[in-house]
């Protein structure tokens, strides 16, 4: 019989904990964390090493190259979970952060007590050479870009931003579509998580449409009549429609844009929640 290793509960063969706050609990593990946090500490990784994980990751190589996990493909399409594993899930986010919270955070964070402001920091009255500055724009550009393949954060772009019954909006006209799916009882998804490869001014980028459609099997994105013309609006297009079997674009000529009044409305009932700034602005311009 095995047994888990911080409370002695029965196991399955193979396991040595019985859910992620005993392993987050595990002494051995704590150490072996605030080790590795030190000796890795000021490290680089090289070039090679790079490279290496870079291509076994890659195209064919990833493990979820080709596979779709939208609408009726996804495994949980349908499906929702019991009272008990929604139980089991938060107890283990809560074992988890109480673990970060008791072995990472204040002095056993290896960056506690140091100071890397002004002339502390190694880069204090230096400048970046022209040269130096086209080196790192390259490594930081298309798919060496750390941002590269993920969905905007949330918050990012000029348009009004929010959220409508915890769907995030990132414009006035994404959130009248929302409205108007609503309506017309059309079942929608946010397509944030798809994201497909395009090239835009010579440079590797990624492109998300704004809505999945999965009794249609259809991807809407939402862009004002006046952008459909922008150079990187029409990249995006023609690699979406080389992409997805079908796609759609809405514009304020499909779509009914919300009144001022409409949005008070939705407001006053909660139903829509905007970003910080834009609660402001919205307070500051319509609200007497």
């Excluded at 499906?79 to 594993?85: I, P, Q, R």
């Excluded at 905007?152 to 929302?178: A, H």
Aim: aromatic share 12%; proline share 5%; net charge positive.
């Amino acid at each position: 019989m095995i047994n888990c290793k911080i409370c002695s509960k029965p196991l399955n063969k193979g396991k040595k904990f019985c859910s992620y706050k005993c392993m987050g609990l595990d002494p051995e593990r704590i150490e072996r964390a605030r080790k590795n946090g030190l000796n890795n500490l000021g490290k680089n990784k090289s070039e090679e090493f790079k490279k290496k994980c870079s291509e076994r990751a890659s195209g064919k190589n990833n493990p979820m190259y080709g596979v779709h996990r939208f609408g009726k493909e996804n495994p949980f399409y349908g499906k929702t979970h019991t009272e008990k594993t929604r139980k089991k899930i938060s107890e283990d986010h809560l074992a988890n952060s109480q673990f970060y919270s008791d072995n990472v955070l204040g002095s056993k964070n290896p960056m506690y007590g140091r100071d890397l402001s002004g002339s502390k920091n190694g880069m204090y009255g230096k400048h970046i050479s022209e040269e130096n500055r086209k080196t790192l724009s390259i490594k930081m550009s298309g798919c060496n870009n750390p941002m590269y393949g993920k969905p905007s954060p949330q918050g990012s772009g000029n348009g009004w931003s929010g959220w409508y019954k915890e769907k995030y909006f990132r414009s006035i006209l994404e959130l009248s579509t929302m409205i108007y799916f609503e309506k017309n009882k059309i079942k929608f998804e946010l397509a944030e998580k798809t994201r497909i490869p395009y090239i835009f001014l010579n440079k590797d980028r990624t492109y998300s449409p704004d809505f999945y459609l999965p009794e249609e099997n259809l991807f809407i994105e939402c862009k004002y009549h006046k952008l459909l013309n922008s150079p990187n609006v029409k990249a995006k297009t023609e690699a979406a429609i080389k992409h997805f079997k079908n796609f759609k674009i809405l514009t304020e000529k499909d779509i009914n844009i919300l009144k001022e009044t409409e949005i008070k409305n939705l407001l006053d009932k909660k139903l829509i929640k905007w970003n910080k700034f834009y609660e402001k602005l919205f307070k500051d311009r319509f609200i007497p």
